[in-house]
């Protein structure tokens, strides 16, 4: 029998792009979303404009403090059940050749994209088991292709698919999947274009400019609706795979939700 009990997604990175997109569309199904950001002010606007369901918590998740943030603002909520976890906060920087790579900039990168990823789900597991709820990781293409200069990024959405398996692996009373979104017209994009010519091969860098000046980068809203569905819809089947945002298995998923 379906839970009568209000459902909850935490969001990280909610504040804009993806990440914003899929908190709107989970509100716009009746879901709260605890959006997480680094900034306040980033979230007002959504926080004003999506209130009530909409609730704001700036917290820097690479530290304890973040980290405790978060827990709270879920404790906060009393008795709803916590249905999903969207890890989708993540950095593309530093771009640069291995072989020159600040391993300062390559340590606080992994900090981002993976380690504050693994400990914002520990401290999320026991809610998360409890209401046998989903952990959604963000990924990337660059998990599985590599490109010159982002070393970095590749590491680490790789390391994250390895991880959303072991969670998978690990967990029996929680879901863990990991999406491609595709090429997003997001601030990421812009990055790629305006700073990665200097690292990146060309015919790569190329394309990133051309699916921009072409408009064939996909609004944000489109990945944003399979992530927002498996949030709250994802099936044990699922568990352990690593998707594309348009793969028939999470289309079949989408459809039905949105009926």
Same mark, same amino acid.
């Given at each position: 029998?379906?839970?009568?009990?209000k459902k909850l997604v935490v969001v990280t990175g909610a504040s804009r792009g993806i990440g914003r997109a899929v908190s709107e569309i989970l509100?716009a199904h009746e879901v709260t979303v605890i959006g997480v950001a680094r900034s306040a002010d980033a979230l007002q606007g959504l926080a004003q404009?999506?209130?009530?369901?909409?609730?704001?918590?700036?917290?820097?998740?690479?530290?304890?403090? &973040?980290?405790?943030? =978060? %827990?709270?603002?879920?404790?906060?909520?009393?008795?709803? @059940?916590?249905? &999903?976890? =969207?890890?989708?906060?993540? =950095?593309?920087?530093?771009?640069?050749?291995?072989?020159?790579?600040?391993?300062?900039?390559? *340590?606080? %990168?992994? !900090?981002?994209?993976?380690?504050?990823?693994?400990?914002?789900?520990? *401290?999320?597991?026991? #809610?998360?088991?409890?209401?046998?709820?989903?952990? =959604?990781?963000?990924?990337?293409?660059?998990?599985?292709?590599?490109? #010159?200069?982002?070393?970095?990024?590749?590491?680490?959405?790789?390391?994250?698919?390895? $991880?959303?398996?072991?969670?998978?692996? !690990? @967990?029996?009373?929680?879901?863990?999947?990991?999406?491609?979104?595709?090429?997003?017209?997001?601030?990421?994009?812009? $990055?790629?274009?305006? !700073?990665?010519?200097?690292?990146?091969?060309?015919? #790569? %860098?190329?394309?990133?400019?051309?699916?921009?000046?072409? &408009?064939?980068?996909?609004?944000?809203? *489109?990945?944003?609706?399979?992530?927002?569905?498996?949030?709250?819809?994802? !099936?044990?089947?699922?568990?352990?795979?690593?998707?594309?945002?348009?793969?028939?298995?999470?289309?079949?998923?989408?459809?039905?939700?949105? $009926?």
């Amino acid at each position: 029998m379906p839970s009568s009990l209000k459902k909850l997604v935490v969001v990280t990175g909610a504040s804009r792009g993806i990440g914003r997109a899929v908190s709107e569309i989970l509100v716009a199904h009746e879901v709260t979303v605890i959006g997480v950001a680094r900034s306040a002010d980033a979230l007002q606007g959504l926080a004003q404009r999506l209130a009530p369901s909409f609730i704001a918590c700036a917290a820097d998740i690479t530290t304890p403090a &973040g980290v405790d943030l =978060v %827990h709270s603002a879920v404790a906060a909520q009393g008795d709803a @059940e916590l249905a &999903g976890l =969207v890890n989708n906060a993540g =950095v593309l920087e530093p771009i640069a050749k291995l072989a020159d790579v600040d391993l300062s900039l390559l *340590r606080a %990168h992994l !900090e981002t994209n993976v380690v504050s990823v693994v400990s914002l789900t520990q *401290r999320l597991l026991p #809610q998360l088991r409890a209401s046998r709820g989903r952990v =959604v990781n963000v990924s990337s293409g660059a998990a599985t292709g590599a490109y #010159q200069g982002w070393g970095a990024y590749c590491m680490g959405k790789a390391a994250l698919n390895m $991880l959303t398996q072991v969670l998978a692996c !690990e @967990e029996d009373r929680v879901v863990a999947v990991s999406v491609r979104p595709g090429v997003v017209a997001t601030d990421m994009q812009a $990055l790629i274009r305006n !700073e990665g010519g200097a690292a990146m091969k060309p015919e #790569q %860098h190329c394309k990133f400019t051309r699916l921009h000046s072409e &408009g064939a980068l996909l609004p944000p809203e *489109r990945p944003a609706a399979s992530i927002a569905c498996l949030a709250v819809c994802a !099936e044990k089947s699922h568990s352990g795979m690593f998707y594309s945002w348009d793969s028939p298995e999470i289309a079949a998923l989408v459809d039905a939700w949105t $009926l």
